[in-house]
């Protein structure tokens, strides 16, 4: 019986290893990495879908808002993606400053199915829907102007130069995608199966980190010149190389951006120096020649050999960026007030030359005349402009702290901006005979030093002794009032 028992026991374990023999070559083959896709250029309008298992975008990084707005589209029978940089971002490693959808649904269905939600624009008509102080933009797939949709022109229109007036004709996705301007940007990610959708060969580019714009480059600067500043600004932002193409016409046509709207420039000058790679957006800017259509006065005293402006430029972009590097706000007020700065000085000095004005009222003046021509490149709100002010006033009362002045300097409140304006201008080799090392040291001091501080004489400072006059002391006027009557 204890023979039999172990007779079993041994067929039993011949069948178990027969078995896991026949199995193990399986297990091997489905361990092995899968083989890497294909990435051949396909023609534009051919559809190339990535799978979630070889774009590996983590679920928990698509926005729960966006995502609202795509699946209460398709609930009503609509197609509708996740569009553009976000997902262009998302494929970098890097965090969407925003997400969009685009939808087959023509703007006046969209709004319906959102309280929340308003069409905007006329030029280009667009979905906003609101969540909080979130803000997700729904725009409706577009074809080309020739389509026969647009057969009177009404939804869409172009000048004689190429400018689009209006494109407001809707199409297919396919048709969209080509109507985007550059491949990285013309990626939909599909909620349905979680892949990707590319029509211009955009995943390849961004594999191969290339900017490269859709059809030619020539026509479509021309449709919207403004996509010569979105090349400098994609090409510093995510470190890509223009595609030659591309970049071949930039410094030819970088004219057309005359013809934008200023209050368009000031949000694109924000979106190339305000959003964390200021510096080399300059940098590329300066490639192709676009700085001057932003800062015309500034790029003027750049082409004279100004010593001191390319170095400002420089530091205020670089603190710029490391400041939202880490986590800390920024204002457009502090970055136009000092890229504006010598331009400004060289006005206040023209206007002490030619004219018999006091230093404050010179400057005033100057500001006056500075800001006048700057608005006509980049239309700056009031909100904006009327610190800039304020931080040029105190460049000229900083070096004026004897006695209780500079317990009130301290008190303003453009003193920080006007302080940290004052550290650039050294860090960029301006002398100011030692003036922001005295005010580091103010601000540290305690009562006694300070008192010690506010005796030390104040620096001779140039835009304050240049054609700067001793007051004259008013005299009261007698008081004549009539003698009272009985």
């Known amino acids: 019986m204890h023979d039999l028992f172990l007779l079993a026991t041994l067929i039993l374990l011949v069948l178990i290893s027969g078995l896991w023999l026949l199995r193990a070559p399986k297990l091997k083959a489905a361990a092995q990495p899968e083989e890497p896709r294909s990435l051949d250029i396909l023609s534009l309008g051919e559809r190339r879908i990535i799978p979630e298992s070889e774009h590996q975008i983590p679920r928990r990084l698509l926005d729960d808002n966006a995502m609202k707005v795509v699946y209460r589209l398709q ?18 490693g890097q965090a969407p400053k925003d997400f969009d959808v685009a939808t087959s649904a023509h703007p006046e269905q969209a709004v319906e199915l959102f309280h929340r939600g308003r069409l905007i624009g006329r030029r280009f008509k667009l979905l906003h829907v609101r969540f909080g102080r979130e803000l997700i933009e729904v ?39 080509l109507r985007r301007d550059f491949t990285v940007n013309a990626l939909y990610y599909c909620v349905r199966d979680y892949s990707i959708h590319d029509f211009a060969n955009g995943y390849p580019d961004l594999k191969n980190r290339q900017l490269r714009m859709i059809g030619d480059p020539e026509q479509r600067y021309r449709e919207d010149p403004v996509r010569m500043l979105r090349a400098a600004r994609f090409a510093a932002k995510l470190s890509f190389e223009i595609e030659e193409k591309t970049a071949e016409p930039i410094h030819r046509l970088a004219p057309l951006l005359a013809r934008i709207a200023p209050a368009r420039l000031f ?173 580091t040291e103010y601000q540290q001091a305690n009562p006694v030093q300070r008192s010690e501080l506010q005796h030390a004489p104040s620096p001779s400072y140039p835009t304050e002794t240049r054609g700067d006059k001793p007051k004259r002391r008013r005299r009261r006027k007698p008081n004549r009032r009539p003698a009272a009557t009985e």
């Open 139 to 177: 725009a409706t797939f577009r074809a080309s102007h020739d389509s026969d949709d647009n057969e009177d022109g009404e939804h869409g229109r172009q000048a004689e130069s190429g400018l689009i007036l209006r494109d407001n004709v809707y199409g297919s996705i396919e048709e969209d995608a």
């Open 267 to 439: 949000d694109e000058a924000l979106k190339l120096l305000q959003t964390g790679h200021g510096a080399a957006s300059f940098r590329q800017m300066q490639r192709f020649g676009l700085f001057v259509y932003l800062f015309p006065l500034t790029q003027q005293l750049l082409n004279d050999e100004h010593p001191q402006t390319e170095a400002l430029i420089q530091q205020v972009l670089r603190n710029t960026d490391r400041r939202l590097e880490q986590g800390k706000s920024v204002t457009p007020a502090f970055m136009f007030a000092a890229l504006l700065w010598y331009p400004l000085v060289e006005r206040y000095h023209r206007i002490l030359d030619e004219e018999d004005l006091p230093p404050l009222q010179a400057l005033h003046e100057a500001a006056n005349q500075i800001l006048s021509k700057q608005v006509k490149s980049t239309a700056i709100p009031k909100r904006f402009s009327a610190p800039m002010r304020e931080i040029w006033e105190l460049q000229l009362r900083l070096p004026r702290y004897r006695g209780r002045r500079a317990d009130q300097l301290l008190e303003h409140p453009r003193f920080r901006a006007a302080y940290d304006l004052v550290l650039l201008r050294e860090s960029a080799g301006e002398d100011l005979d030692g003036l922001g090392q005295w005010w």
């Open 75 to 92: 609930d009503a029978g609509y197609e509708s993606y996740l569009v553009g940089g976000c997902i262009r971002d998302l494929l970098l």
